[in-house]
């Protein structure tokens, strides 16, 4: 199995940058995909963005699309989120996830989909 540790959430103002860092252990990130969602209060988890087992693909929900960037890093076994331009919107729990990656097609974007996940970091937004 792999466990997952997010970090770098905080609290920042609106138009502000973070990066979030999701850290992989006990196995090998290398052949796994990786997704962010997020959860506000009151709210369902929702997909943010995902980034294929090989890094050659991308997706992006509407809302954060041009804004946030999701990139991995083979060698420290650990995939980023790099939000800018950030709202008050963006006020979430973020998790990572991961599951196997595959050569078949789908979008993966529901959390049932995935079998791993970390404890979640929280981002504050003022305004």
């Known amino acids: 199995q792999v466990q997952l540790v997010e970090?770098?959430?905080g609290l920042v103002q609106a138009g502000g940058s973070l990066r979030?860092?999701?850290?992989?252990?006990g196995r090998t990130l290398s052949s796994y995909a990786v997704a962010w969602f997020r959860q506000a209060p009151g709210k369902e988890r929702d997909f943010v963005a995902r980034?294929?087992?090989?890094?050659s693909r991308t997706y992006y929900a509407d809302?954060?699309?041009g804004?946030?960037?999701i990139s991995r890093d083979y060698a420290k076994n650990t995939v980023y989120l790099?939000?800018?331009?950030?709202k008050p919107e963006d006020t979430a729990v973020?998790?990572?996830?991961?599951?196997?990656?595959?050569y078949s097609p789908g979008s993966y974007q529901r959390t049932y989909e995935y079998d791993y996940w970390g404890q979640?970091?929280?981002?504050?937004v003022s305004s």
């Open 7 to 9: 970090s770098g959430g």
């Open 20 to 25: 979030l860092s999701c850290a992989a252990s």
């Open 51 to 55: 980034i294929s087992w090989s890094g």
């Open 63 to 65: 809302s954060v699309k």
């Open 67 to 69: 804004r946030f960037t």
């Open 82 to 86: 790099q939000m800018n331009s950030l």
């Open 94 to 102: 973020y998790y990572c996830a991961a599951r196997p990656g595959s």
């Open 120 to 124: 979640g970091t929280q981002v504050t």
